[in-house]
């Protein structure tokens, strides 16, 4: 009996084993990019949470994770607010809270929301 891998096999088996590398090569880059399966990631949440910071938001609103102990606006915490709604506050304002929609982008904005949404749940 001979050792030798036949030939279909073995070509099967490269295929099988650059497969599982992508796989596992993508699997890393999503992972060092923040990006998750349903299109959230860490790194948008850590951006938000950055931005949240950096305009002071916790000037005016609690919201525990970014240390925020305002008590102009309304607290963030326990709130069941959707994505949706921040944004809007966020870009057009109300109230005391002026609207950021000309200094912030969009892209800023959207992870501003997605930080305050995925935090206020908490």
């Known amino acids: 009996m001979s050792d030798k891998?036949?030939?279909?096999?073995?070509?099967?088996?490269?295929?099988?084993?650059?497969?599982?590398?992508?796989?596992m090569v993508s699997g890393a880059m999503?992972?060092?990019t923040?990006?998750?399966?349903?299109?959230?990631?860490?790194?948008?949440?850590?951006?938000?949470?950055?931005?949240?910071q950096d305009w002071s938001c916790g000037t005016c609103h609690v919201l525990k994770d970014a240390g925020g102990q305002g008590h102009i606006g309304p607290a963030l915490d326990g709130n069941e607010m959707t994505k949706a709604y921040v944004v809007g506050?966020?870009?057009?304002?109300?109230?005391?809270?002026?609207?950021f929609g000309g200094m912030l982008t969009e892209e800023e904005i959207d992870n501003?929301?997605?930080?305050?949404?995925?935090n206020g749940k908490k």
Do not use: D, H
């Open 5 to 23: 891998v036949p030939s279909r096999k073995a070509f099967t088996l490269g295929f099988a084993t650059i497969g599982m590398t992508f796989a």
């Open 112 to 118: 501003l929301a997605l930080y305050i949404v995925e």
């Open 34 to 52: 923040g990006a998750s399966a349903n299109g959230t990631g860490s790194g948008e949440i850590e951006r938000g949470r950055q931005l949240f």
């Open 30 to 32: 999503l992972s060092a």
């Open 89 to 99: 506050r966020i870009t057009g304002g109300q109230g005391a809270m002026p609207g």
